[in-house]
């Protein structure tokens, strides 16, 4: 499996044509096209200023106790941005937690600060999944749209897919054997996280960074896929132990 | 960046030379090794049947309660080989969520059911670290220890980092700057975990799974490295959140 930058490709603004733009740049033989969000946001139109959040009463009551926990002024406008792109804040102390309106859990619903040259802040795409439709209608390949995101248990953060089309979200083991005979323990691999994670490695944040990786050498042949990636409250034990803790009782 | 499986690695048996058998098959440019903890398990003699964990009381308690949630018999020993590799029971019910002897957070401590021909369960490395180490020296080339587990938040399971040597964990964004000086969103990335979902994706788990992936055309020039991997419980907050949780109030 080869996993490549594609490079070169210029600054994307609002109403860039990026499938075309990847396009003219991808060769060779290209079995997934992994797009970092935030150059799919920047294509869509994405970049906000925070004069465009105007706060709240709940913003900011948010802003000014992460204020009081960090030390940091914080904008009551940013916390605004931060709930009018969730559904669900799972933690509001000492950070943000948030489930985006497309099923995604991340800090701050996913809002970047840096990667925006005329704006305050650059939301993620409004639907990760029909973003990475159309591109791959366009493509005539899979896409998946990544971010980076931290975790739990972990440090640090890795590449995630935050949105996917033309092939499925999860390799299913089931039924399969291992060399015994025995049932496999693993049930249900995340390949979209996976190759997220394995194009992350390659396509790096900084100013020499490039948004777009391709990968050669992957597929799916022989099993079943399932398209679930975000899991529900009720099997989530983890989310169901975020509702009932605050972090001021401990 | 390359990864590619190594493939016809033999059975692996307890004293098996790893290092000698990984050496003789993977050829060409190398610049990571990603090995499957099963492998690492076998190799060490981890793989233990269930009469070697006579239960104690907790362990009967934990295996009642599970099954009576399920509906499935549970056995105690099974219970009592989790407690023995753990150092905190993160969760007993629906299921045992624990940190295992080295930090790692996963259900059951990693024991695994399936790939061991002789006996009933494979327990992890028991300092995957060392083992990457040892097996770094020999192959002369960084090597991780990598697993597969399940997550908050997201469905299926995906390749992580259980031990690494000769490498970093994380690369260091820290003081890097997106293309016009704005400091970057994203600090620290956990390129073992990346490099370990990466391999994940050839590996595979089945009948025809191979153990060893090689991955070639990856460097961690021009970054600081870190070396932390687990969170400790004072900085993760769902282990906070978990620590006041009990399913049975839900």
Same mark, same amino acid.
């Given at each position: 499996?080869?996993?490549?930058?594609?490079?070169?490709?210029?600054?994307?603004?609002?109403?860039?044509? $990026?499938?075309?733009?990847?396009a /003219?740049? #991808?060769?060779?033989?290209? @079995?997934?096209?992994? !797009?970092?969000?935030? *150059?799919?946001?920047?294509?869509?139109?994405?970049?906000?200023?925070?004069?465009?959040?105007?706060?709240?009463?709940r913003?900011?009551?948010?802003?000014?106790?992460?204020?009081?926990?960090?030390?940091?002024?914080?904008d009551?406008?940013?916390?605004?941005?931060?709930?009018?792109?969730s559904?669900?804040?799972?933690?509001?102390?000492?950070?943000l937690?948030?489930?985006?309106?497309?099923?995604?859990?991340?800090?701050?619903?996913?809002?970047?600060?840096?990667?925006?040259?005329?704006?305050d802040?650059?939301? $993620?795409?409004?639907?990760?999944? /029909?973003? #990475?439709?159309r591109?791959? @209608?366009?493509?005539? !390949?899979p896409?998946? *749209?990544?971010?980076?995101?931290?975790?739990?248990?972990?440090?640090?953060?890795?590449?995630?897919?935050?949105?996917?089309a033309?092939?499925?979200?999860?390799?299913?083991?089931?039924?399969?054997?291992?060399?015994?005979?025995?049932?496999?323990?693993?049930?249900?691999?995340?390949?979209?996280?996976?190759?997220?994670?394995?194009?992350?490695?390659?396509?790096?944040?900084?100013?020499?960074?490039?948004p777009?990786?391709?990968?050669?050498g992957?597929?799916?042949?022989?099993?079943?896929?399932?398209?679930?990636?975000?899991?529900?409250?009720?099997?989530?034990?983890?989310?169901?132990?975020?509702?009932?803790?605050?972090?001021?009782?401990h």
């Amino acid at each position: 499996m080869n996993v490549s930058p594609v490079t070169d490709l210029p600054e994307i603004s609002a109403g860039d044509d $990026l499938a075309a733009l990847i396009a /003219e740049r #991808a060769d060779g033989d290209v @079995d997934v096209v992994c !797009v970092a969000s935030t *150059v799919v946001s920047k294509a869509e139109g994405r970049a906000r200023d925070l004069a465009d959040f105007p706060a709240g009463p709940r913003a900011h009551e948010i802003a000014d106790r992460l204020a009081e926990l960090s030390g940091d002024e914080k904008d009551p406008r940013f916390a605004q941005a931060v709930l009018e792109e969730s559904t669900e804040l799972l933690m509001d102390e000492p950070f943000l937690l948030t489930e985006t309106r497309f099923g995604h859990v991340s800090v701050n619903a996913g809002i970047d600060r840096s990667n925006v040259p005329e704006n305050d802040i650059l939301l $993620l795409p409004k639907r990760p999944s /029909e973003s #990475a439709r159309r591109l791959s @209608d366009e493509l005539g !390949v899979p896409v998946i *749209v990544t971010d980076t995101c931290g975790r739990p248990f972990r440090h640090g953060q890795r590449g995630v897919a935050i949105g996917w089309a033309g092939l499925s979200a999860s390799r299913d083991w089931r039924g399969e054997h291992d060399r015994d005979g025995r049932e496999l323990g693993v049930t249900v691999e995340s390949v979209v996280d996976e190759l997220a994670a394995a194009a992350n490695l390659v396509l790096g944040e900084g100013a020499g960074g490039n948004p777009v990786a391709v990968v050669d050498g992957f597929d799916m042949d022989g099993f079943d896929g399932s398209d679930n990636l975000f899991r529900a409250v009720e099997g989530d034990f983890v989310r169901q132990a975020l509702r009932g803790w605050s972090y001021a009782g401990h």
